[in-house]
């Protein structure tokens, strides 16, 4: 079976211009979250989505936004792009946040996106 | 401070040396994961922990939910194990999960 998959891989930017990163679940996974890791640091989480919904909601400007479709794929789409959103995006799916016990999270290779 | 603080940040060994990476949290969590992320981005799950201790091959994890602290050890380490350990915890009543900021492990032949 394919892992979680994302696309682009290698995205650049300009300021100002909007992104729209993908990622595909593993296959029977309905959850999806996306984390920013900027260089030398630990991922932050964005969103988390479950079921088409926004679960979870990470400290990041209103200009983040993503949604989940209904084959359980995602977008994540960045506007007004600026300097210090270049990072490693990565995506990670799960089966049900509800399972409790923390449902074990799947990641995706990432997606760098240099804003220049 | 961070809710998630590992130790060391930069780790040496030479091949066949016994590693220990440590991480502790100020927040209640209902599980944690020991996360291992190779240059290029891609991340693996080594553990999902919840109490006790696992084992898997070379690795061990175990974690104090009392004392809020758990450790990553490599027996017999490889340099093919370089590579930065992230640990991150499931807060308790939260789908979010909190990294560290990750400790990146160089294993010398």
């Known amino acids: 079976d394919a892992g979680v998959t994302q696309s682009p891989t290698h995205l650049i930017k300009t300021r100002g211009q909007h992104v729209t990163l993908r990622c595909s679940p593993i296959?029977?996974?309905?959850?999806v979250s996306w984390y920013q890791q900027v260089l030398g640091q630990g991922p932050q989480f964005i969103f988390q989505y479950y079921e088409k919904e926004e679960r979870g909601r990470g400290n990041f400007p209103d200009r983040f936004s993503a949604r989940q479709f209904p084959n359980y794929s995602s977008e994540l789409n960045v506007n007004a792009l600026l300097l210090g959103d270049s990072a490693l995006y990565l995506c990670?799916?799960?089966?049900?946040?509800?399972?409790?016990?923390?449902?074990?999270?799947?990641f995706g290779p990432g997606t760098r996106l240099t804003v220049l | 401070k961070n809710e998630v603080e590992q130790s060391p940040q930069n780790l040496t060994a030479q091949e066949g040396e016994f590693i220990t990476i440590n991480c502790s949290y100020s927040?209640?969590?209902?599980?944690l994961h020991w996360l291992q992320q190779h240059p290029g981005g891609g991340i693996v799950s080594l553990f999902m922990?919840?109490?006790g201790k696992k084992k898997h091959g070379r690795l061990i994890a175990t974690i104090n939910i009392q004392e809020k602290h758990s450790s990553l050890h490599i027996t017999a380490s490889h340099p093919r194990d370089s590579a930065v350990y992230i640990c991150?915890?499931?807060?308790?009543?939260?789908?979010?999960?909190?990294f560290g900021k990750g400790t990146k492990l160089t294993v010398n032949p």
């Open positions: 922990l919840s109490s």
């Open positions: 990670a799916s799960s089966l049900d946040p509800d399972r409790g016990l923390g449902d074990t999270q799947y």
């Open positions: 296959s029977g996974h309905k959850s």
């Open positions: 991150a915890v499931f807060q308790g009543g939260s789908e979010k999960l909190v």
């Open positions: 927040v209640g969590i209902s599980a």
